[in-house]
């Protein structure tokens, strides 16, 4: 173990025990959580996370409140009394602000692993298809695709099947529902329960992966062509009304200041112009950039 595992594994431990007794009469708040959990391959017990969450949101409070408490008597015009306050709120915010993240965090999480599964999966289907083709046994087509890492969290789950077969004794139909239960990703948990019942049936397998990765590259080309569509008008959109936009506020604001205004407002024209120029549009561009890594169907 490297001291970073040994680290966060004292830090679980350490907050566990400060704090799992009385978490347990809260638990029933929170059972929301333990599919989350589950899917975001978190593997540790709703009672530690919640656990490790309060230790943390804890210490973020005992660790910022002394040291804005501290900066604010450097501040003219704050009293102890206005500094204790605005440290007290403002670490009680973040404390919030923390616990908060930590609620969210695993189905973040989720979506994410989602995310990668779905665009991976027409492409790893498509690998499992070729491999059974081969006569290959099915726990060995897992195992195969558990050490082709370009596929991401599908050779994780690979991997995790494996183990359970070749560790824990599961046989591989057992081993398959397992790994669909926990699945984020509808589309491989519908897989990896017809691989399952493919298996039991005694039906034949290559031929299933074969439909199903024709099916999944399907849906794929789909997704890509509606994506490079959208993608297409918010670029329109983006061109017309900031590029644009922008272009013309500046030489309309420009053509308004040569006309012998006021000083003052000649001033407030250019501030305009720089909010607008090294602000407005680097701000704008990188949310819009943002935006459509967030609804691409890329990874």
């Known amino acids: 173990m490297s001291f970073t595992t040994d680290l966060v594994e004292w830090y679980k431990n350490f907050s566990y025990k400060m704090f799992s ?13 333990k599919p989350d959990l589950k899917k975001a391959n978190i593997k540790i017990s709703l009672r530690e996370y919640l656990s490790i969450a309060f230790m943390t949101s804890i210490m973020v409070f005992v660790m ?7 900066i604010t008597l450097f501040i003219p015009g704050f009293s102890v009394l206005m500094g204790f306050i605005f440290s007290f709120s403002l670490s009680m915010v973040f404390s919030v602000g923390i616990f908060f993240f930590f609620y969210i965090y695993p189905s973040m999480m989720v979506k994410e692993r989602k995310r990668n599964i779905d665009f991976t999966l027409p492409f790893a289907t498509l690998y499992l298809a070729t491999i059974s083709g081969g006569n290959v046994p099915p726990k060995s087509i897992f195992k195969i695709l558990s050490r082709f890492k370009d596929y991401g969290e599908i050779s994780r789950e690979a991997k995790e099947i ?21 699945s984020p990703s509808e589309d491989f948990k519908e897989l990896l329960w017809g691989i399952s019942t493919t298996i039991s049936s005694g039906g034949n397998l290559s031929m299933y992966l074969h439909e199903k990765a024709n099916s999944f590259m399907q849906d794929y080309r ?63 561009s990188t949310l819009f950039i943002i935006f459509l890594k967030k609804i691409s169907p890329l990874k």
Not at 64 to 70: G, I
């Open 64 to 70: 910022e409140f002394p040291f804005v408490f501290l």
């Open 21 to 33: 007794s009385w978490i347990e009469k809260y638990l029933p708040y929170f059972e929301s959580l």
């Open 162 to 182: 494996t183990e359970n077969i070749e560790l824990f004794g599961m046989d591989i139909t057992e081993a398959l529902r397992k790994a669909a239960e926990k």
């Open 222 to 284: 789909r997704r890509m062509s509606e994506y490079s569509q959208a993608m297409s008008t918010m670029l329109e959109v983006y061109i017309t009304l900031i590029i644009v936009g922008s272009i013309f506020f500046i030489v309309m604001s420009s053509m308004m200041s040569a006309f012998g205004l006021g000083a003052n407002l000649v001033n407030i024209i250019v501030i305009s112009q720089f909010l607008v120029i090294f602000i407005g549009l680097p701000l704008i």
